[in-house]
C-alpha cells in the first residue's frame, strides 16, 4: 500500500484507533491506497464510486444522490462515519482516507 501522505492525521499505528492488522494476503483483491493527498474535492476516478459503494454498504452512506465518481463533501463525510464507526474519533475521523482505515474498508478494484 502506498505510505500516508499528510493531509490525513488518521494514525498508522498506535492513538486513538483500535489495535489490529491486516496482511498482504488479506487485501490482495482490494484497491491498493492510493495516499491521502488522492481525495481532495473534485478528484474523478472509479476508485471514490467503489469506496463509495462500500461505505454505503457499511451503513456509512452520507449521501443525497450518488455515489458517485467525483470526491465531494458527502465522501468525506461517509468517511467520517466510517472511521467513527472503526473507534477513531476527534481529528483522527476526518474524513480523509487513510491506510488503515481503507484496508478495513475491504474497496474493490475498479
Known amino acids: ?3 500516508l501522505l499528510g493531509a ?3 494514525p498508522s499505528s498506535g ?4 489495535s489490529g492488522s491486516t496482511s498482504d494476503k488479506e ?3 482490494y484497491a491498493p491506497f492510493p495516499g ?3 481525495f481532495r474535492t473534485g478528484r474523478r476516478s472509479a476508485l471514490i464510486t ?3 459503494k462500500r461505505l ?3 451503513g456509512c452512506g452520507k449521501y443525497g444522490t450518488g455515489p458517485g465518481p467525483r470526491w465531494t463533501d458527502a465522501d468525506r463525510r ?3 462515519a466510517w472511521q467513527r464507526k472503526l473507534g477513531y474519533s476527534g481529528a483522527d475521523a476526518n474524513g480523509i482516507p487513510g491506510a488503515p482505515s481503507c484496508a478495513k474498508l475491504h474497496v474493490p478494484k475498479p
Open 56 to 58: 454505503v454498504a457499511e
Open 78 to 80: 461517509s468517511y467520517a
Open 8 to 10: 490525513s492525521t488518521e
Open 1 to 3: 500500500m502506498a505510505r
Open 27 to 29: 487485501t490482495s483483491g
Open 15 to 18: 492513538s486513538s484507533k483500535p
Open 50 to 52: 467503489a469506496m463509495g
Open 36 to 38: 491521502a493527498g488522492y
